[in-house]
C-alpha cells in the first residue's frame, strides 16, 4: 500500500486565492482526519469523518475552511479566501474506525504558504 | 477540556538515554501513542500503550504509564542521531501534545 497521499506537497499562493489540498487515505480505512501544523500552535485538529461523514467539525477555523469527502477514497480541504496566517503544514491522517488498535497513519503533509 | 502537555525541547549526547514526558487528561483513553515526525516528513507512529498497561518495552523504547497521575514517558535507550526528530504524544481522540524537540549531539 502507497500509504496516505497528500498533494500538492508544496503550494504557494496569493492572499485571496483559493486552494484545494486533496487526500487520499489508505484503501480499507474509514476514518480521515484533518491536522494543520505550526510552530506556535503545534498539531491542531480540523476536521474528521467516519465512513465519508463530517463527525467533528469544531477544529475548523473559520468559514472560510471547508473540508469534503465525496467517496472512501478521496478528501480535499479547501481555504477560500486563503490568508498569509493560514500559512501551515496540512496533515491528512486515516485509520480504520476511530480510537483504534494501530493508531493513525499520516500522509507526508501538504506545505501551504500564503504571500 | 482535554489537553496533552509536553516539554518542547530536549538535548542529550549520543549514547545517553532520553526521557520525554508527557501529561495528559482523558482519563478514558483506551491507548495513548508516541509519534516521531523527522524533518520535512510526516507523523510516524512510533509506539503505543493500552490504558491497562504501566509499562511496554520495544527494543530501545521503554514507554511508562502513570494512570493515576495521567503521566506517559518515552525512553530512549543509547540514543543517537538518527533518533533527532520531534516526539508527540497522543490520547485516542487525537488529541496531541505539542511535540518534544529532541537534539543528539555528539
Known sequence: DAGVIQSPRHEVTEMGQEVTLRCKPISGHNSLFWYRQTMMRGLELLIYFNNNVPIDDSGMPEDRFSAKMPNASFSTLKIQPSEPRDSAVYFCASSVGQGVDYGYTFGSGTRLTVV | ?106
Open chain 2, 1 to 106: 477540556g482535554e489537553d496533552v502537555e509536553q516539554s518542547l525541547f530536549l538535548s542529550v549526547r549520543e549514547g545517553d538515554s532520553s526521557v520525554i514526558n508527557c501529561t495528559y487528561t482523558d482519563s478514558s483513553s483506551t491507548y495513548l501513542y508516541w509519534y516521531k515526525q523527522e524533518p520535512g516528513a510526516g507523523l510516524q507512529l512510533l509506539t503505543y500503550i493500552f490504558s491497562n498497561m504501566d509499562m511496554k518495552q520495544d527494543q530501545r523504547l521503554t514507554v511508562l504509564l502513570n494512570k493515576k497521575d495521567k503521566h506517559l514517558s518515552l525512553r530512549i535507550a543509547d540514543t543517537q542521531t538518527g533518533d533527532s526528530a520531534i516526539y508527540f504524544c497522543a490520547e485516542d481522540k487525537l488529541i496531541f501534545g505539542a511535540g518534544t524537540r529532541l537534539a543528539v549531539h555528539p
